[in-house]
């Protein structure tokens, strides 16, 4: 397991249980003790201080009208939920862990109540009380991974971590395997279903014992909800494309409070959304199901890292590789730089790349041979060395990532060529120039390849319309709890000047909608291009008084206060 910083953010399945149909929940959501994925130690919450708390308004106004709601509204709420689920209002026993998003950046955003779901129809009726009293309600898959504090509010938060049931349905006929070198890949063996509190560990026991993969992410901890909402980029995506390009059909709660199974046939409008639309613009959704594919044998896996002397041939090599196999849906890596502590507890800067390949060890060799002649003598060794075939969830487990739940802020774009030689010297000077901080995770820039299977896609055949990208590039600054405020101010003000200086101070073409950046000026032509006006009409449709809100919301103005509707077409 490497840290985000080596793989940028990236429980165990409820028992499988009978398969049901393409449309509707699985057929057991069973209940678990905790109401939150089970944490790292590296996830571990501290004390937390945010460091600028102007930015964590999250979703809803603290001074809205549900501030002092009377409590026999609050016992009208726990009247419509069933057993299983539970209500902690402010000062109740967990109520203080289960507020803390994992970006602790936002963790003054203290919502008037959670609510741990324990059936689909607990988010049903907790949406239509919400309406009734006037309150915002915000869903939360997993920990609350967003990078810009959306899956906060001081609203009601609707905790979705005791959903976690899961079914398999296999392929009457599939189509026959296809060999890849060691491995062989049944691209459509069947269907699997899986509730809104899935995350992504939750999919590994069903790779290791039966196969069984649909692309999903690396972080073990973050929720299959957000990652498909908003498109879902992993080490599988050129293979099979993104996560929601795999999306047959989900179950999805309305404002109004009732619930709707959509696919290609049955509110087509409102499925296409859904995949790449990102999450709490339609609805919260509370099942999904794929198609998966089925893979027996073995993929190459290999982790390459420079030193401080090496990045720039390294990054430069690296983007060769990558660009001579964008169209090779057998070749996925992700290729970064960052900083590390070095002796006497100064930062040093690094270039790393890892990744799977769909075929044999000694191919891989030569593919990756203009990065394999980069470096000194021992890391040229130490790079040939780590390529080595093993079974498809051992490679799962060597590039799942975990991080320090502390700190963090992202700037992405999608870039359709690669850095060029004065944009690599930025990366490289931008990093030795580093602020600093205590969080261990440090800062970097990650490009995370595209092509493939994902290019082969129309981009307005879903809602997800980076359909032409070379690379999605991510650049993240950390900090620590425990650092003084001045920190994080100082990693702010650093991330936005190596931002607009790898970009010439233009806006990017185009930026991925799952890693949200609150200070994006143009976010809705980054995020959908073409596809927002399409995005804002089914919006409409759907959520007429834009009950489900926030300020990168489709359809929102930017300023969201939590109870007044606002239309922005733009």
Known sequence: MVSRRTALRAGAVAGLVPAVGLIGRPATAVPTPADEPTRTPAEQPAQVRPQDPDIGSGTGRDDGPWRDLPDRQWAELQRRLSAQATLYRRGAASYQALSIPFNHRYANVQPAAILAAGTPDDVAAAVSWARDVGMP????????????????????????????????????VSRPPQRYGPVEVTPDAGLLTVAAGVVNADLRPLLRRQGIVVPAGRCPTVGVAGLVLGGGIGFNDKMFGLTCDRLTATEVVLADGTTTGCDETTDPDLFWACRGGAGNNFGVNTSFTFRYARLRGEVTYFQLRWGADSVMPALSAMQQVAAAQQADRRFDCRIGAGTTVGEGGQHQVYADALGQFYGYADELVGVLGPALAVGTRAERQANRDSIRQVTPAEAAQLLSSTTPAQQFAVKSAVLRSPLDEAQLQTVAAGLR????????????????CMGGQINDVPPDATAFVHRDALFVLAAEASWADDDPPEVGLANGTWLTGLYDELLGGRPPVGAYQNFPDPHLADWRRAYYGDNYQRLVEVKRKYDPTDFFTYPQGIGSCGSVDGYANRWCPR
Request: net charge positive; charged share 10%; glycine share 14%.
């Open 137 to 172: 309600l915000v869903p939360r898959s997993s920990l609350g991974h967003n990078y810009a504090g959306y899956s906060t509010t001081h609203g009601l938060l609707v905790v979705m971590s005791r959903l976690r049931g899961s079914t398999v349905a296999p392929a009457p």
């Open 433 to 448: 120039r580093w602020p600093g901080s205590r969080n261990p995770d440090g800062a970097g820039v990650a490009l995370f």
